[in-house]
C-alpha cells in the first residue's frame, strides 16, 4: 500500500514556474513507477510526465516536453514536477500516481493516487 500527497500547487503567470512535489508513505516507494497526471476542467485526466522506480528512466507528453521535468528522491520517498514556461493551458489539478511501469500512459496502469494539487497560470 500507498499513501500520496502532493503540494506545491498555486497561481502563477504565465511564463512562470513551479515545482510539485509528492510525498509517498509506505516502505516499498522505490519499487514503483511513477507519474504524474492533470485534469482541466470539463476534460479528461491526462498524462504528463512518468519516471522509473530508479530514476534512470523518464517519459513525457509531448505537450510538456521540453518545458517539465520529472525527478524522484527514493530516499526521501518523493517525485517532483518542475514545470517552468507554464501557460494557461497547464491550469489543471496535478495528480502523482504509482504504478508498475514507468511507460505506461493510462490511468488504469497506476494503482495509488494522490488528491492532487490546484495549478492556476493566469494570461
Known amino acids: 500500500q500507498v499513501q500520496l500527497v502532493e503540494s506545491g500547487g498555486g497561481l502563477v503567470q504565465a511564463g512562470g514556474s513551479l515545482r510539485l512535489s509528492c510525498a509517498a508513505s509506505?516502505?516499498?516507494?522505490?519499487?514503483?513507477?511513477m507519474g504524474w497526471f492533470r485534469q482541466a476542467p470539463g476534460k479528461e485526466r491526462e498524462f504528463v510526465a512518468a519516471i522509473s522506480w530508479s530514476g534512470a528512466s523518464t517519459l513525457y507528453a509531448a505537450s510538456v516536453k521540453g518545458r517539465f521535468t520529472i525527478s524522484r528522491d527514493n530516499a526521501k520517498n518523493t517525485v517532483y514536477l518542475q514545470m517552468n514556461s507554464l501557460n494557461f493551458e497547464d491550469t489543471a489539478v496535478y495528480y502523482c500516481?504509482?504504478?508498475?511501469?514507468?511507460?505506461?500512459?493510462?490511468?488504469?496502469?497506476?494503482?495509488?493516487w494522490g488528491q492532487g494539487t490546484q495549478v492556476t497560470v493566469s494570461s
Open positions: 509506505g516502505r516499498t516507494f522505490s519499487s514503483y513507477a
Open positions: 500516481a504509482a504504478g508498475r511501469d514507468y511507460y505506461r500512459t493510462s490511468i488504469t496502469d497506476y494503482d495509488y
